[in-house]
C-alpha cells in the first residue's frame, strides 16, 4: 500500500446505514448515477491532466480531515459560523466523496458513514414545510451544501436507506426558492448568484443520482441566471443584478451554475466567453503567486476544466515554457505548493490572509475542503453523465 497509510487515523463509528462489509481497502464501489469507481477515476485522472501528486495531496488532506472528525460524526467550522454543523460536515464529506469514497466501500468507509449518520439524525422529519431542512444551520447556504452531500453519496451507491431523506432535502430547496427564481439566505426569500450556486449544485446531483427535480424549479432559476447575465453572450454575472465582470467569484459560479442547470457547454458563446474571461485569473497568469481566493478557484476550475483545449491545459499545468521546457505553475502545483506537509496540521492549508469569504467564515477547515475538492475536479464529474430529465 502506499506509504500514506501511515497518515490513516481511525473514526469513531456510529450504527451503520447498511449491512455492507468491505476491508478497508477495497476499491469505492458503485451502482449509482454518479460514478466515482476506480477504473473511472483512475481513466478521468490520466485524460484531464491529474497526476501521482495531486493524489497524494489529497490522500494527506483526507487523512487531516479525519482527524478533525467529531465523536459524534460531524465536522465544525474553526471560524465564523461555528454553529454551523450541517455545513461544515456536508463540506468535509464533499471532499471524501469527491476522492471515491463512500460509505459502502474504500479506505474511509467508517468516516463517511459516520457523517452521513449524523445527517440522518439532524434534519427534520416531520410533515410541514420545515420536511428536509437540516438542523443546525444558519441560512439556505447550508442547506445546499449538506444537501449536495447526501445526493452525491446516493447517487454514488443508490443506497436505499438515504433515498428518502435526499429527496426530502431536495424538496426543501424547491419549496424555498424565491419568487424571481434565485435563493435567498432564509426559506422563500430573494437572494443571490452565490446561494444559488450551491442550490443548482444540489438539483444537479440529485438528477444525475436519479432523484425527482421539478423542471419548473430550474427554469425559474435560469430565469434569474438571465436577469443577474451581463456581457455580449451573458457570461459575467452580478450580485442580484446584470453588473458582473469577468473573473469574479459571482461570474464563476453564474458559468458553473449554467453548465449544471441550463446545459451550456463549450461551444456556446457565452459558456467559451465566460471561460476566457476566467483565464485573467487563472494560477498561473502572473509571475508571483496570487492570492488564494478559495471560493473563486473552487468555481473557476470546475468551469474551465468543462471548458477544456488550451485554457484547460494552461489552467491546471501552467503557462507554455520556450524550447518545449515542462510546464509549471499551474493549478495543481499551486495548490500542492500550498499545502502544509509539517507535522502540525499536515495535510490541510492555511485560511489565506485578505480571503474575504471562506477563510473568515469557515476556517482551515472549509479552505482545505474547498482546496481538496479543486484537486479532485479531474474525476469528480465526469462529462459524459447524464442526467435525469427534469419532471414537468
Not at 47 to 64: D, K, Q, R
Not at 267 to 296: C, E, I, T
Amino acid at each position: 500500500m502506499s506509504r500514506l497509510a501511515t497518515f490513516l487515523i481511525s473514526a469513531s463509528l456510529l450504527a451503520p446505514l447498511t449491512s455492507v462489509t468491505a476491508a478497508p481497502d477495497d476499491p469505492p464501489a458503485n451502482t449509482g448515477g454518479i460514478d466515482r469507481t476506480e477504473k473511472t477515476k483512475k481513466r478521468l485522472l490520466k485524460e484531464f491532466g491529474g497526476s501521482e501528486e495531486s493524489e497524494e495531496a489529497v490522500m494527506l488532506g483526507l487523512a487531516w480531515l479525519t482527524q478533525m472528525q467529531r465523536p459524534e460524526g460531524n465536522w465544525v467550522y474553526d471560524q465564523g459560523k461555528v454553529d454551523d454543523k450541517a455545513a461544515a460536515t456536508g463540506m468535509a464529506l464533499l471532499a471524501f466523496l469527491g476522492a471515491g469514497q463512500s460509505h459502502q466501500a474504500g479506505r474511509y468507509k467508517q468516516t463517511v458513514r459516520a457523517a452521513l449518520d449524523w445527517l440522518l439524525k439532524n434534519i427534520d422529519k416531520s410533515q410541514g414545510d420545515s420536511r428536509g431542512q437540516f438542523a443546525m444551520i444558519t441560512n439556505m447556504y447550508s442547506q445546499g451544501i449538506a444537501t449536495l452531500a447526501l445526493c452525491e453519496a446516493y447517487g454514488m451507491t443508490q443506497d436505499k436507506d438515504l433515498r428518502g431523506t435526499a429527496q426530502a432535502a431536495i424538496e426543501y430547496i424547491q419549496r424555498a426558492q424565491g419568487e424571481n427564481g434565485s435563493w435567498g439566505y432564509q426559506y422563500g426569500g430573494q437572494g443571490d448568484n452565490s446561494i444559488v450556486g450551491w442550490q443548482l449544485q444540489a438539483l444537479h446531483a440529485a438528477q444525475l443520482a436519479h432523484l425527482n427535480v421539478d423542471g419548473k424549479v430550474i427554469k425559474k432559476a435560469i430565469g434569474f441566471l438571465n436577469f443577474s447575465a451581463s456581457g455580449e453572450h451573458k457570461e459575467n454575472y452580478g450580485y442580484t443584478a446584470p453588473d458582473g465582470a469577468p473573473a469574479t467569484s459571482l461570474s464563476a459560479v453564474g458559468l458553473l451554475s449554467r453548465y449544471y442547470a441550463d446545459g451550456w457547454r463549450a461551444k456556446n458563446p457565452g459558456f467559451a466567453a465566460g471561460a476566457k474571461g476566467l483565464m485573467q485569473r487563472a494560477p498561473s497568469a502572473a509571475p508571483d503567486k496570487p492570492p488564494l481566493d478559495v471560493y473563486y478557484y473552487y468555481y473557476a476550475t470546475q468551469v474551465v476544466r468543462f471548458y477544456g483545449g488550451n485554457e484547460w491545459t494552461t489552467w491546471n499545468e501552467g503557462t507554455p515554457k520556450s524550447g518545449g521546457a515542462p510546464r509549471k505553475s499551474g493549478m495543481q502545483d499551486w495548490l500542492i505548493e500550498r499545502q502544509v506537509r509539517t507535522p502540525d496540521d499536515r495535510g490541510s492549508w492555511d485560511p489565506p490572509q485578505g480571503d474575504p469569504q471562506i477563510a473568515p467564515n469557515c476556517g482551515r477547515l472549509g479552505t482545505t475542503a474547498l482546496c481538496l475538492l479543486t484537486l479532485e475536479v479531474y474525476y469528480r464529474y465526469d462529462p459524459s453523465e447524464k442526467v435525469k430529465p427534469s419532471g414537468k
